[in-house]
């Protein structure tokens, strides 16, 4: 399968910092004087952000979940990046990769498009989301059944450990640094004896995300780096990813059928995709009325589905 070097580096990597335990920083008026923001300041090319302002931005991924981190710092360069991991090591702060701050650190696409290759984990965020942050979420899109989820198409990633170990973890053959083929040897060891275990209750999902991808320590086939996908930034900072890139379809159809019910859209679903395409997405009434509100989407529903959608209570949705 065609490969690409993805480098996460082309522009700075946002690091946000968590403290061990909850500290209500909103409080801390002297945040800003912390003594590891000085020390990152003195010694990491880049931005470092301490303020309340800068916390509470940093706080929320558009979940509903805010955690507050100690700070967040914007290193310019891989070294900075580096030396504020080691500084927070050495201070026992925990350290969470963020991604989406940077856009253009993402979608290879259009570079590759040019080859007719383009990359096809087309999460729904794509236009903010960043390579580093799919490959920690084990992120998937609407064309995963042909094309799989980040797991599936991340061959191997370069990436630096909080004991500042950095190298590539990918297929345990090519595995050349002594200390991650250490890693790759206790992960074996790690198999052998939790192997029951991890059949026995391992969720027997398509996508492990909240979880890490222990069915991936088989030593079949083993490769480090799809352990380290859906790792959510717990197990290693991500420098540099290689991916399997898919050749462009060299044509592409669209099929749109109506349903009066939602529930009978939902159980042809499974008819559907025995028809091989490369994604099925459902549109109910409320997104289409939404995208219509929206010029820029208006004249595509407009050109696929006529009429206006109005409710009957008893037969559900009729045009
Ligand atoms: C409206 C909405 C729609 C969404 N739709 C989808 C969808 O269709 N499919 C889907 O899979 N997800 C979806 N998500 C979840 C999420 O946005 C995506 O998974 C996205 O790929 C995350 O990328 P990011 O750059 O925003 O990463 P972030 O949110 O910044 O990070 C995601 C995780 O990866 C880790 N991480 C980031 N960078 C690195 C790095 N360099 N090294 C190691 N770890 C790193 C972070 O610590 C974090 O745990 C959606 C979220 C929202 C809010």
């Known amino acids: 399968m065609p490969q690409a070097d993805a480098g996460l580096h082309a522009d700075p990597v946002t690091?946000?910092?968590?403290?061990?335990?909850?500290?209500r920083f909103s409080q801390d008026r002297n945040a800003a004087a912390h003594p590891l923001a000085a020390r990152l300041r003195r010694e990491v090319d880049g931005e470092v952000l301490f303020d309340p302002a800068s916390r509470g931005r940093y706080a929320t991924d558009a979940s509903i979940y805010q955690i507050e981190p100690v700070g967040?710092?914007?290193?310019?360069?891989?070294e900075a990046a580096v030396t504020a991991l080691t500084i927070a090591a050495e201070a026992g702060v925990p350290v969470l990769p963020r991604g989406a701050a940077l856009p253009s650190a993402v979608r290879p696409s259009a570079r590759r498009k040019r080859h007719g290759l383009w990359f096809p984990v087309d999460v729904s965020t794509a236009a903010q989301a960043t390579l580093g942050g799919m490959a920690g979420n084990n992120s998937c899109g609407s064309r995963s059944i042909a094309y799989g989820y980040m797991v599936h198409r991340v061959?191997?990633?370069?990436?630096c450990l909080a004991d500042g170990t950095r190298?590539?973890?990918g297929p345990v053959a090519e595995i050349s640094e002594p200390a991650i083929r250490a890693i790759a040897r206790s992960a074996a060891a790690l198999w052998e004896r939790e192997r029951d275990e991890i059949a026995r209750r391992l969720p027997k999902v398509a996508r492990h995300v909240a979880g890490y991808n222990l069915d991936c320590l088989?030593?079949?086939g083993q490769n480090l780096a799809k352990l380290l996908v859906g790792s959510e930034g717990t197990l290693a900072w991500f420098e540099r990813l290689t991916l399997d890139l898919a050749e462009i379809p060299a044509h592409k159809a669209l099929g749109v059928a109506h349903f009066p019910r939602f529930w009978d859209a939902m159980d042809a679903a499974q008819h559907i995709v025995k028809l091989g395409p490369c994604a099925v997405e459902l549109v109910d009434r409320t997104m289409i009325d939404l995208s219509r509100a929206i010029p820029a989407f208006a004249s595509t529903i407009d050109r696929v589905?006529?009429?206006?959608?109005?409710?009957?209570p008893s037969r559900g949705i009729r045009r």
């Open 155 to 159: 061959a191997a990633i370069e990436a």
């Open 305 to 312: 589905r006529e009429g206006r959608a109005r409710r009957n």
């Open 15 to 23: 690091t946000l910092m968590t403290a061990t335990r909850p500290i």
């Open 218 to 220: 088989a030593p079949e």
């Open 72 to 78: 967040v710092v914007v290193p310019r360069t891989m």
């Open 167 to 169: 190298g590539r973890f």
